[in-house]
């Protein structure tokens, strides 16, 4: 479940006539910036994990909390290009930016057999939700315009590093072959999903990832599967959205 197994933010003007004018103009201008609205205040590590999607909230995802090394291991990853290290950080709990607090959570959808079934269909069952999409769910929250511009620097670094790059992390190191846009999602402020596409020593895998911004934080969730293909989370990813409010 992490990164390594992929291995995987953003003048007015006024003039009077005489000095009497200016000093008339001066005072709306003075009273708006008294009003303006404070910046925004980041969340704790521990206000976030109040917020993470929990299996009370999808009782068809098994969930397991995230251990201190895995994000630990998250921190060694990087590129061989500078511009797409805040991708491969996304993708191994590692967000964007410097966060005032975070709060992660792995979850993978894991239907179950329906009553009677038979101990065969069982086992298939069983052995189908192996290759189930698993997805590391990441919230970071920031100061002030921090949200925005880590979303922003994850936004540009998709388009200038579409044709691909290489992605180390612990020593291993995979070569990411593109990235191009996912399907829709909805919720939050605004919302960037892709599809990573990637070469594990000869394994042709394609990964999800979906970044959301609500206000000043962002959910980040990184999806794999060992069947190969990932499919996007979007049922978690519209459960965490909407715990965000």
Do not use: W
């Not at 069952?125 to 100061?143: C, D, H, N, P, R």
């Not at 206000?215 to 990184?222: D, I, L, P, Q």
Request: charged letters at 20%.
């Amino acid at each position: 479940m992490t990164a390594s197994a992929v291995s995987m933010v953003l003048l007015a003007t006024a003039c009077g006539s005489d000095k009497s004018d200016t000093k008339a103009d001066a005072k709306p201008s003075e009273a708006a910036a008294t009003s303006a609205a404070p910046a925004a205040k980041g969340k704790t590590d521990a206000e976030l994990a109040k917020l993470l999607v929990t299996q009370a909230d999808l009782a068809d995802h098994t969930f397991k909390e995230s251990t201190p090394a895995e994000a630990a291991a998250g921190a060694t990853a990087t590129s061989d290009k500078p511009e797409c290290k805040v991708l491969v950080q996304a993708q191994a709990f590692v967000p964007a930016g410097t966060p005032s607090g975070t709060a992660r959570t792995k979850a993978i959808a894991t239907p179950k057999p329906a009553a009677g079934t038979s101990p065969e269909e069982a086992a298939k069952a069983v052995a189908g939700a192996l290759g189930s999409t698993a997805t590391t769910v990441t919230l970071a929250s920031y100061e002030a315009k921090g949200a925005e511009e880590a979303f922003a620097a994850v936004k540009t670094a998709s388009t200038k590093c579409a044709g691909g790059y290489a992605a180390t992390q612990d020593g291993e190191t995979t070569k990411i072959t593109k990235v191009t846009p996912g399907a829709a999602v909805t919720g939050g402020d605004e919302s960037l999903p892709l599809t990573v596409e990637l070469d594990a020593d000869g394994k042709k895998l394609t990964t999800q990832l979906v970044l959301v911004r609500k206000g000043n934080t962002v959910a980040t969730f990184s999806s794999l599967s060992l069947a190969g293909t990932a499919e996007q989370p979007k049922v978690l990813v519209e459960a965490q959205a909407k715990k965000l409010g």
